[in-house]
């Protein structure tokens, strides 16, 4: 046995597999967005189980189902304000909610900062053009163009 | 069975009539021999009854002292030997061979630096247990007799008062596996023993901590720690409450 020094000793603390980089932060003070995105998420996800249900009933099963979808069924349905506002808040809220859920999985599953950072950048400026779009399509929506 | 001492230690491994031979495979890792973790594979004879613990007994005792693992008490008190079995969390001394087929994947607790072979540095997991301030916190005067308490007010945190600190639950969260600095539900639990505990004035305080950003708000209800707790915890339960205390709180 050959005696280890102290130099030696401290090598010998390697890093793999795993060690960890950051500790526990001390500061006592809540940052509380992760609060309410924690409870936007149940809230959110409680309209949606009515909002998204219904949906899906009236889009593919009620009375002809997918068979009687066209261009003129949606103009139908638009031209109610009621089910305008359905499908506003059917958007944001799913949108918002899904990109919130992607947001925590990427946290948990991007090693790198880097990757971590761009994956959130791709996240954010996809979820943000399919808000902005399709807000601006329920918004301006013209029954007119058919014709 | 008895060790015959004058034959090298790979043979003396009896194998007796009512024993069969499993296959353990042990996750390796020494850092005085090779940078790198490895599988390494054990003929191991048990009988009905024996614990995995045995089986790393019989490895350790008769055919490769080398292997290294933590273990005490021998019987799910002292919270010693948590580690990775068949991909899951347990406590070696609890889980019966019989109940795990003939080839057994054996890996350290996943998510904090491994030492060697089975042995985890929990140095990071203490950290955060003591980060929450696990003892007693009172306001006003000292009293001259004990802090009485009604068996309804014990009741309200029983469960968590069970914990032995094995960290199966910590090391089988997949937010903690990729996140340091959460705190994992041990800690959790450890402070929830004491938020619930009606002699304790520390709750706001302690409700404060957790309400960090690596705090209770990282947990996404995967229940990985509920099954892993050999206890029987209700780890994810515990992890709500404290949530729900920290929504309805007043002030
Ligand atoms: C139908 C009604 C829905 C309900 C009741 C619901 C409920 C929830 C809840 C409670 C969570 C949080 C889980 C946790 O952190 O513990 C969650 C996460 C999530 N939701 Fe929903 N949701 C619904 C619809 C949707 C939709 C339409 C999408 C996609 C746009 C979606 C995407 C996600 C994602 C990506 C997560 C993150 C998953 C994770 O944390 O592992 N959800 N959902
Ligand atoms: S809560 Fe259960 S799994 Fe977690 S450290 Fe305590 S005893 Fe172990
Ligand atoms: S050796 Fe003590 S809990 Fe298993």
Redesign the pocket.
């Known amino acids: 046995m050959t005696a280890v020094t102290e130099t030696q000793q401290d090598r010998l603390v390697i890093e793999a597999p795993r060690t960890r980089k950051k500790r526990p932060s001390q500061s006592g003070r809540g940052t509380n967005f992760e609060m309410y995105a924690?409870i936007f998420?149940?809230m959110?996800?409680?309209l949606?189980?009515f909002l998204?249900?219904g949906h899906l009933s009236i889009m593919l099963l009620l009375d002809g189902g997918v068979q009687r979808i066209n261009f003129g069924f949606v103009a139908g349905r638009w031209a109610s304000p009621f089910w305008r506002t359905w499908d506003l808040m059917q958007l944001w809220l799913?949108?918002l909610?899904?990109t919130?859920?992607?947001r925590?999985?990427i946290n948990?599953y991007a090693e790198r900062d880097g990757t971590r950072f761009w994956l959130k950048m791709l996240l954010y400026t996809s979820s943000f053009l399919v808000l902005v779009l399709g807000t601006l399509v329920i918004f301006t929506f013209d029954p007119d163009l058919a014709g | 069975m008895t060790v015959v001492e004058d034959r090298p230690a790979a043979e003396q491994a009896p194998v007796e009539d009512h024993q069969r031979i499993i296959t353990v495979k042990v996750r390796r890792y020494d850092p005085e021999v090779d940078p790198e973790a490895n599988w390494q594979s054990f003929q191991v004879p048990v009988e009905k009854g024996d614990r995995l613990l045995d089986a790393l007994h019989q490895i350790k005792w008769y055919q490769d002292g080398s292997l290294s693992f933590r273990r005490s008490c021998a019987h799910g008190v002292c919270g010693s030997d948590a580690m990775r079995i068949n991909g899951v969390n347990r406590l070696a001394c609890k889980v019966l061979v019989k109940d795990l087929g003939d080839e057994i994947l054996v890996e350290p607790i996943k998510g904090l630096a491994v030492l060697k072979d089975l042995i985890v540095d929990m140095e990071p997991f203490f950290e955060a247990f003591r980060a929450i301030k696990p003892f007693l916190i009172t306001d006003g005067r000292e009293p001259t007799r004990e802090r009485l308490q009604s068996a309804e007010d014990r009741e309200r945190f029983e469960d968590t008062t069970k914990c032995i600190m094995c960290a199966a639950c910590t090391t089988a969260c997949p937010v903690f596996w990729n996140d340091d600095a959460y705190f994992g539900p041990q800690a959790i639990v450890a402070a929830h023993r004491f938020i619930f505990d009606s002699r304790d004035d520390g709750a706001e305080e302690r409700l404060e901590i957790l309400n960090d950003k690596e705090g209770v708000w990282r947990?996404?209800?995967?229940f990985n720690c509920t099954d892993a707790c050999p206890r029987g915890i209700q780890v994810t339960k515990a992890i709500q409450e404290v949530k729900r205390a920290l929504i309805f709180r007043r002030g």
């Open positions: 924690w998420m149940r959110s996800g409680l949606l189980v998204v249900l799913a949108q909610h899904g919130n859920g992607l925590v999985i948990d | 947990c996404r209800t995967t």
